[in-house]
C-alpha cells in the first residue's frame, strides 16, 4: 500500500515507529521499495556520497531533479521526499514554490523537505498552500554547516533547547506533515516528539522519535570516509561488493570467466565457412 503524508498521521496517532532511508537511483530505490520502508529520502547527501563533494553546498536542482526522477520509477510504495538543496528556497517565496514544484512535476516526489526553523515557516507556508506537503527540518541543518562552525549537536544549553521547542512548534503551525531532528539530545528530541501533533523523524536524536532515517550508504557499509556517531551498520555490503570485483578481476585474468554457459552458439559451419 502506497505511503502517503496520512499514513505518517495515523503512524503518530497509533504509535507506530516510522521508518525512512535515503536512496539516489533506480536499482537501490526499487530494493528499499521492496524491503517495506515507510518512505525514501532523496537527500542532498548524495553530493558526499555519490558525488564525492566535501558537504551538500555544491548540489544543485538538477541535481536533485535527476535522482528524485530514477527513485521514483523504482519505489512503488514508500513516500518519496525530495530534498531541496541549498539556495533553492532561500531567495524568495516565489523561487521556492516553484522549485519544490520542479521535484513533484519533474522529479515526481510525493513531497519535499526544507532545512530551517522559525526563519522559514512563511516559505513552508506558502509551499503548502501549493498543495506541496513539506516535512520540516531543524537540529543540525547541514546546509548552515558554516554558520554553525562544523557538525555539532545541536540544542545541548538552556537557550538552543529553547529555539529548537520554538522551531518545531513553528514549522507544525506553518503546516509541515512532519519534522526531521538531527544531532539533538535524546531527552530534548523525546520532549519535543511529545510536544508535537506531527511525526518526528531522528537521524542522531535517541530512540523517542516518531521514525529514524538514515543515510543508506552509511547503513550499509558503503561509505567508509566518515562515520557519524550516531550511524549503526546493518550490513557490511561494501566488504562484500570488494569481495566480489576481486573475485571478477582474479576469473578473468585466470580465463575462468566466462564459461561456456555464458556464451552463445552458432552453427560451426558458418564459422568455417567465414
Same mark, same amino acid.
Given at each position: 500500500?502506497?505511503?502517503?503524508?496520512?499514513? =505518517?498521521?495515523?503512524?503518530? #496517532?497509533?504509535?507506530?515507529?516510522?521508518?525512512?532511508?535515503?536512496?539516489?537511483?533506480?536499482?537501490?530505490?526499487? !530494493?528499499?521499495?521492496?524491503?517495506?520502508?515507510?518512505?525514501?529520502?532523496?537527500?542532498?547527501?548524495?553530493?558526499?556520497?555519490?558525488?564525492?563533494?566535501?558537504?551538500?553546498?555544491?548540489?544543485?536542482?538538477?541535481?536533485? !531533479?535527476?535522482?528524485?526522477?530514477?527513485?521514483?520509477?523504482?519505489?512503488?510504495?514508500?513516500?518519496?521526499?525530495?530534498?531541496?538543496?541549498?539556495?533553492?528556497?532561500?531567495?524568495?517565496?516565489?523561487?521556492?514554490? $516553484?522549485?519544490?514544484?520542479?521535484?513533484?512535476?519533474?522529479?515526481?516526489?510525493? *513531497?519535499?523537505?526544507?532545512?530551517?526553523?522559525?526563519?522559514? *515557516?512563511?516559505?513552508?507556508?506558502? $509551499?503548502? %498552500?501549493?498543495?506541496? &506537503? @513539506? *516535512?520540516?527540518? !531543524?537540529?543540525?541543518?547541514?546546509?548552515?554547516?558554516?554558520?554553525?562552525?562544523?557538525?555539532?549537536?545541536?540544542?545541548?544549553?538552556?537557550?538552543?533547547?529553547?529555539?529548537?521547542?520554538?522551531?518545531?512548534?513553528?514549522?507544525?503551525?506553518?503546516?509541515? =506533515?512532519? @519534522?526531521?531532528? %538531527?544531532?539533538? &539530545? +535524546? %531527552?530534548?528530541?523525546?520532549?519535543?516528539?511529545?510536544?508535537?501533533?506531527?511525526?518526528?523523524?531522528?537521524?542522531?536524536?535517541?530512540?523517542?522519535?516518531?521514525?529514524?532515517? /538514515?543515510?543508506?550508504?552509511?547503513? /550499509?557499509?558503503?561509505?567508509?570516509?566518515?562515520?557519524? #556517531?550516531?550511524?549503526?551498520?546493518?550490513?557490511?555490503?561494501?566488504?562484500?561488493?570488494?569481495?566480489? $570485483?576481486? +573475485?571478477?578481476?582474479?576469473?578473468?585474468?585466470?580465463?575462468?570467466?566466462?564459461?561456456?554457459?555464458? *556464451?552463445? #552458439? $552458432?552453427?560451426? %559451419?558458418? !564459422?568455417?565457412?567465414?
Amino acid at each position: 500500500m502506497k505511503n502517503t503524508v496520512m499514513t =505518517f498521521k495515523e503512524a503518530k #496517532k497509533n504509535g507506530e515507529k516510522l521508518t525512512m532511508l535515503t536512496a539516489y537511483d533506480y536499482s537501490t530505490a526499487k !530494493i528499499v521499495d521492496e524491503c517495506g520502508i515507510n518512505s525514501i529520502l532523496v537527500g542532498d547527501s548524495l553530493g558526499m556520497v555519490m558525488l564525492g563533494y566535501e558537504d551538500t553546498l555544491s548540489v544543485t536542482m538538477d541535481d536533485m !531533479i535527476h535522482h528524485t526522477k530514477a527513485v521514483a520509477k523504482g519505489a512503488k510504495n514508500a513516500l518519496i521526499v525530495g530534498d531541496m538543496p541549498f539556495m533553492s528556497y532561500n531567495t524568495g517565496i516565489r523561487d521556492a514554490v $516553484i522549485n519544490a514544484g520542479r521535484f513533484m512535476s519533474e522529479g515526481r516526489a510525493n *513531497c519535499v523537505k526544507l532545512e530551517g526553523g522559525k526563519e522559514i *515557516c512563511d516559505v513552508i507556508e506558502k $509551499i503548502v %498552500e501549493a498543495k506541496i &506537503p @513539506v *516535512c520540516a527540518h !531543524i537540529g543540525l541543518t547541514p546546509q548552515a554547516v558554516n554558520a554553525f562552525g562544523g557538525f555539532k549537536v545541536q540544542g545541548k544549553n538552556m537557550d538552543s533547547a529553547k529555539k529548537l521547542i520554538k522551531d518545531a512548534l513553528a514549522v507544525q503551525k506553518a503546516g509541515a =506533515f512532519a @519534522v526531521v531532528l %538531527e544531532c539533538v &539530545p +535524546s %531527552e530534548l528530541a523525546s520532549k519535543i516528539t511529545d510536544m508535537l501533533d506531527i511525526p518526528t523523524i531522528g537521524i542522531g536524536a535517541g530512540p523517542g522519535c516518531d521514525g529514524q532515517v /538514515l543515510v543508506n550508504q552509511d547503513m /550499509l557499509g558503503l561509505y567508509d570516509d566518515f562515520t557519524p #556517531k550516531f550511524v549503526r551498520k546493518f550490513a557490511n555490503t561494501g566488504d562484500v561488493m570488494r569481495e566480489g $570485483i576481486k +573475485s571478477y578481476i582474479e576469473a578473468v585474468s585466470d580465463g575462468s570467466f566466462p564459461e561456456e554457459k555464458h *556464451c552463445f #552458439k $552458432i552453427d560451426p %559451419e558458418i !564459422i568455417k565457412n567465414l
